[in-house]
Nanobody, 120 residues
Framework: QVQLVESGGGLVQAGGSLRLSCAAS????????MGWYRQAPGKQREKVAD???????NYADSVKSLFTISRDNAKNTVYLQMNSLKPEDTAVYYC??????????????WGQGTQVTVSS
């Protein structure tokens, strides 16, 4: 079993910054890709960014140069630094991770989500 726990969401004014964290724990042999998604009310979940264990990152066009994804492999933790936030960034942010558990089986899990609200 693998658990993902997010933290760092909250309320911020437009133009402000937040840093989200997501820590994976449990029966982890290797943690491969980790990423962040978001879902705004009435909209589909969309990918924000992802990062491989080697540090190669990809971003949605809407957040390029504004958000930065990073990870600490020793801690099985992924971060999302969000700068210059806009009201349209308001959403529940979810992290996901996949890899191999200690039995050698592939896993893919979601976190429970953390609310980010950007006021105008």
């Amino acid at each position: 079993q693998v658990q993902l726990v997010e933290s760092g969401g909250g309320l911020v004014q437009a133009g402000g910054s937040l840093r989200l964290s997501c820590a994976a724990s449990g029966s982890i042999l290797s943690n491969d890709a980790m990423g962040w998604y978001r879902q705004a009310p009435g909209k589909q979940r969309e990918k924000v960014a992802d990062i491989t264990s080697g540090g190669s990152a990809n971003y949605a066009d809407s957040v390029k140069s504004l958000f930065t994804i990073s990870r600490d492999n020793a801690k099985n933790t992924v971060y999302l630094q969000m700068n210059s936030l806009k009201p349209e960034d308001t959403a529940v942010y979810y992290c996901d991770a996949d890899g191999l558990d200690c039995s050698g089986s592939y896993y893919a899990y979601w976190g429970q989500g953390t609310q980010v609200t950007v006021s105008s």
